[in-house]
Nanobody, 117 residues
Framework: QVRLVESGGGLVQPGGSLRLSCAAS????????MGWYRQAPGEQRELVAV???????VYADSVKERFTVSRDNAKNTWYLQMNSLKPEDTAVYYC???????????WGQGTQVTVSS
């Protein structure tokens, strides 16, 4: 019902910045929140940030004051602005959306972020 396509990843040096995009299509009218997740090599997927349609965004402690979620409603696209990147931010980043307080049970392909010199 909903397709999510992540993009914007790449290779950056420590201290650099990237902006990831999450483009949504399909049945999106009932979305009440979106979330960014990441999965580092050998690790399980973890929640990075949640942006409700109403209310303040919530960020994992590891990315607070460095990452910011925003939304372009007209384009059905969410963004993750990542600043002051660290090697430990290296991961595949995914987005997901919540409809009627239930997160989608499937994932897109994600986008690779590599922070290295």
């Amino acid at each position: 019902q909903v397709r999510l396509v992540e993009s914007g990843g790449g290779l950056v040096q420590p201290g650099g910045s990237l902006r990831l995009s999450c483009a949504a299509s399909g049945s999106i009218a009932s979305i009440d929140a979106m979330g960014w997740y990441r999965q580092a090599p050998g690790e399980q997927r973890e929640l990075v940030a949640v942006k409700p349609n109403i209310g303040a965004s919530v960020y994992a402690d590891s990315v607070k004051e460095r990452f910011t979620v925003s939304r372009d409603n007209a384009k059905n696209t969410w963004y993750l602005q990542m600043n002051s990147l660290k090697p430990e931010d290296t991961a595949v980043y995914y987005c997901n959306v919540r409809r009627q307080h239930v997160w989608l049970p499937y994932w897109g392909q994600g986008t690779q972020v590599t922070v290295s010199s």
